[in-house]
């Protein structure tokens, strides 16, 4: 069995449909990933001094409880597989729903199931991104935005963000690209992204070396562009 | 004139180590006050303590008629009273020198950008860097970042003035210039300011009182050249000694 040309050129329509999905479910992942992300990261530093002035009383156990809570969320996800958080949302999740309440038919769509995955499992990883970011910010220059007499909330959005948000595009690059690939995972769950697309043809027409070839080389193409992009980013801000 | 800061017995620990044991100060409006003493004598912890960077531990502290601990929830607004000018200049990066100095006034004061920048820029052109406005703090030299500093504390418009060493991490060439500016807004606005620093020099020309720190103590004070000419302790004495012979 010679390569055959053809065979890739057949398959490209499912594959690029595939891809499609692909990059939906990445970028909505990695969107909703930086939010919990920026959230969780932010929270495991609460009332911590990489954040400004220690909270006394009240404040300072409300902050505790959003650290442990943030903490509990990164352990969670970082400690388990995303194929077995993937399974966990699509077949899991709905029976607890069921279990609980009186809802006969509750059911999660494949595709929203892969979104929610990757939001949560890239959410706790940009959130250790985020929170070493954040701890690098040298304690000199929170003391000079202090002591000009601005808000707590001034001063992480204006000091402690920009300068740590550049410091955070290196590894954010890799984990926007573990996401994407990760994506491939969900052929476990039947969504029809690139792998799966892949892995159907195959199954008809027993063409590895073609189609392989070609889902690898796609994957290639939109983790540069994903890198590209970011290298872009980082470069506007290279000047500090 | 009225006391602007005045502390009570204030103690300052760091855990189990008390670094300042029961000061008591007091400082007038419009007095320029220089503090010396060797390193980790707890000068600038003192100055810290003014601006609640380190909040004390015992006593009372009181900044323009803000009492600390009791009113410890204003401490904002004792830092919009108290500027401060630090060691490491710690200027934000990515602003540039104009952004830097319109910060606070944008920002703690809550004014309007042009109105913020146009009083940035005559502060740049009061320590002589109009025309650096648009530089970044690392395009800038360690004189030029710590002027911009020093414009960018007194942009808020507070009444006091704090320096933590300022010109200790500068070439000694550059040291100069940050004091000529230190000076002149001594001269020109009569601005509180309490400095450590070991430039006798500007002690001497500019400090209506000098005080001597040892070991978490005030040791010794009084007017600049009197307390250089006649020390009275033994450490103060060696400490001076060190000093000269830089």
């Given at each position: 069995m010679g390569f055959e040309f053809s065979v890739i050129t057949d398959s490209l329509p499912a594959l690029f449909a595939g891809a499609k999905l692909t990059w939906i479910i990445t970028l909505l992942g990695i969107a909703g990933g930086m939010f919990f992300g920026i959230l969780a990261g932010l929270g495991r530093l609460a009332g911590t001094e990489h954040l400004g002035e220690k909270p006394h009383g009240l404040p300072a156990y409300v902050a505790m409880a959003i650290r442990y809570l943030s903490g509990g969320y990164v352990e969670t996800i970082r400690g388990t597989p995303i194929i077995v958080q993937a399974m966990f949302i699509y077949f899991a999740f709905p029976m607890i729903v069921k279990g609980l309440t009186d809802i006969e038919r509750f059911r999660i769509e494949a595709l929203t199931a892969a979104v929610i995955t990757i939001v949560i499992n890239a959410g706790a990883y940009i959130a250790e991104i985020v929170r070493g970011s954040v701890m690098s910010v040298n304690k000199g220059l929170l003391e000079a935005g202090q002591s000009l007499g601005i808000s707590r909330f001034q001063l992480i959005v204006h000091i402690i963000g920009p300068i740590a948000f550049r410091r955070m595009i290196p590894p954010l690059g890799n984990q926007f690209i573990i996401s994407l690939k990760d994506t491939s995972l969900f052929i476990v769950i039947g969504v029809g992204e690139l792998t799966r697309q892949g892995q159907e043809i195959m199954a008809s027409n027993f063409r590895a070396l073609e189609i392989w070839l070609t889902v690898a080389i796609m994957y290639l193409i939109m983790t540069t562009v994903l890198a590209v992009t970011l290298r872009q980013v980082e470069n506007k801000m290279k000047i500090f | 004139m009225s006391n602007i800061i005045e502390m009570h017995d204030v103690c300052k620990s760091f855990g189990d180590t008390?670094?300042?044991?029961a000061i008591n100060l007091a400082i007038k409006e419009g007095e320029v006050v220089v503090v010396i003493g060797p390193s980790g004598s707890g000068k600038s912890t003192l100055i810290r303590c003014m601006n609640c960077l380190e909040m004390i531990s015992k006593g009372t502290l009181v900044v323009d008629n803000i009492r600390i601990p009791e009113e410890r929830r204003r401490v904002r607004q004792i830092r919009l009273e108290v500027g401060m000018v630090f060691q490491q200049f710690n200027?934000?990066?990515?602003?540039t020198a104009l952004e830097n100095v319109a910060f606070g006034p944008r920002k703690?004061?809550?004014?309007g950008k042009s109105k913020a920048e146009e009083i940035a820029s005559d502060l740049l052109a009061k320590v002589g860097l109009a025309e650096f406005?648009?530089?970044?703090?690392?395009?800038?030299s360690g004189g030029q970042q710590q002027r911009v500093a020093i414009a960018r504390a007194l942009a808020v418009n507070p009444k006091v003035m704090l320096f933590d060493?300022?010109?200790?991490?500068?070439d000694p060439e550059m040291i100069g210039e940050v004091l000529d500016v230190m000076k002149k807004i001594a001269k020109e606005s009569g601005m509180t300011m309490v400095v450590v620093t070991h430039e006798m020099g500007f002690a001497s020309q500019v400090g209506d009182r000098l005080i001597f720190m040892d070991d978490g103590y005030i040791v010794e004070e009084g007017k600049p050249t009197e307390v250089m000419k006649n020390p009275q302790s033994k450490r103060l004495t060696e400490f001076l000694g060190h000093v000269k012979h830089h």
């Open positions: - | 008390e670094v300042l044991h200027l934000f990066p990515h602003m703690a004061r809550s004014m406005s648009n530089k970044l703090p690392g395009q800038l060493e300022p010109t200790s991490a500068l």
